[in-house]
Structure formats: C-alpha cells, structure tokens
C-alpha cells in the first residue's frame, strides 16, 4: 500500500544536539511538507517543498533545515538553535492541484528535549 | 498573516447528541479542508470544499463553505463513540500547496 513513513516515532535529543527525522513517501506525489503540533494547537508548516531540489520556508522554518534530493524523501532537521523542540512532528505530502484530495500525513515523530 | 480561527476548543457531548465545530477566516479562502486525528493519530483527510455556499454530506457529517468563503462548519448528527477525536480545518490560500489550519475542536463522547 501507499503511504507516508515517518521514523523514529519517538526521538529523545539533549540540549544543544542535532536530529534528524526521515520521511519517505511512496505515493509518488511532488508535494511534501514538515508541521510541527504542540498540545492544543494546530499544525503549523515549518518547511514546504513543491518539487526535488526545492523548498520554501513556512511560518516557524528558525531552527529547523530540510533538503529535498529524492522525490521519496524529504528529511527534516532540528538543530541546537531551536529553542523549544519538544513537540509532535508530521510529515505529509499531496498531489498539487488534483481536487477533493487532502494532505496525507505520516503517523509522526514525538521530539523530546531531555 | 492568513488565521484561521476555530471554535470551540473543546466538546463534551453525550452520545446521541449533535455537534458543530466552526472556522472562521481573516482572510477569503481558496478552498476548505477538514481532518479527523484520532488521539495518539494523524490527521487523517475528511473533505475539500471549494465553491461559494457548498454544503457537502458524509452520512452523519455535513459539511458548509460560507458565502464568502471566509467560515466554514462541520456538523455531526447524533454521536457516535466512534467520533471521538480531534477536528481540524485547513484554509487554502490561493496557492493551492499552502494552507492554514485552525487550532482544532477536540470532540469527547460520552457513552
């Protein structure tokens, strides 16, 4: 079946530490996204890409950096300069401009500052 | 920037009863999505409105795009416990690969 891959699920980093979350989707879709959830909020987009080799910063982008090698993939970075990390990560990613078809979403990675 | 506001933050419901979450706009939206996140979930893609009034149904969920394409509603009839979980919207701007989610209605039922 198609669909998102988010690894870890959960992730435990101490203060000034760099981590990676994968993502790696195999819907073939051009579109892939980064949202980072905090308890009682919305998602809020912190990095976009439209197409490989390509990507635009979202509303929160400080602190975190993406690439974009591969169509399938599109890994996301936290680094030390994100002040409050601890949060729920998703990855999702959509057909641009097919009609009546959301976002699909990964199942996530749960960030813990230690 | 683009908001989308979302009320009620939180719905405690007796099973049986109905339940509207309701999305407003600062702003004139492309389009409309809504999510369900199951708790411990992912948001998971309800439906797209895109024209001006649209009302959209899925058995126990209708779904409304406002006039002016600024509010937007989900109501469910009668229920269920299975309909527990988080509700979002998602606002398109007039750029189909970006849109603004509100801050969710989570819906508890009891039984």
């Known amino acids: 079946d198609g669909g998102i891959t988010q690894s870890p699920k959960y992730l435990f980093r101490k203060e000034g530490q760099n981590v990676t979350l994968s993502c790696e989707q195999n819907?073939?879709?051009?579109?892939m996204y980064w949202y980072r959830q905090d308890p009682g909020q919305g998602l809020r987009l912190i990095y976009y890409s439209q197409i490989v080799n390509d990507f635009q910063k979202g509303d929160i982008a400080e602190g975190y950096s993406v690439s974009r090698e591969k169509k399938e993939s599109f890994p996301l970075t936290v680094t030390s300069a994100q002040k409050n990390p601890t949060a729920f990560y998703l990855c999702?990613?959509?057909?641009?401009?097919?009609?009546?078809?959301?976002?699909?979403f990964g199942s996530g990675t749960r960030l813990t500052v230690v | 920037g683009q908001q989308v506001m979302q009320i009620p933050q939180y719905q405690h419901v007796q099973e049986g009863e109905d339940f509207t979450t309701y999305c407003n706009s600062s702003?004139?939206?492309?389009?409309i999505q809504w999510y369900k996140q199951r708790p411990g979930g992912h948001p998971v893609f309800l439906i797209q409105?895109?024209?001006?009034?649209e009302v959209k149904k899925q058995k126990r969920l209708t779904f409304q795009f406002g006039e002016a394409k600024k509010n937007s509603s989900l109501h469910i009839t009668a229920t269920q416990t299975t309909d527990v979980g988080t509700y979002f919207c998602a606002g398109g701007a007039y750029n189909f690969n970006k849109f603004y989610f509100g801050s969710g209605t989570k819906l508890n039922v009891k039984p």
């Open positions: 999702a990613s959509r057909r641009p401009g097919q009609a009546d078809l959301g976002y699909t």
């Open positions: 819907l073939n879709h051009d579109a």
């Open positions: 702003t004139t939206l492309s389009n």
């Open positions: 409105l895109v024209k001006s009034g």
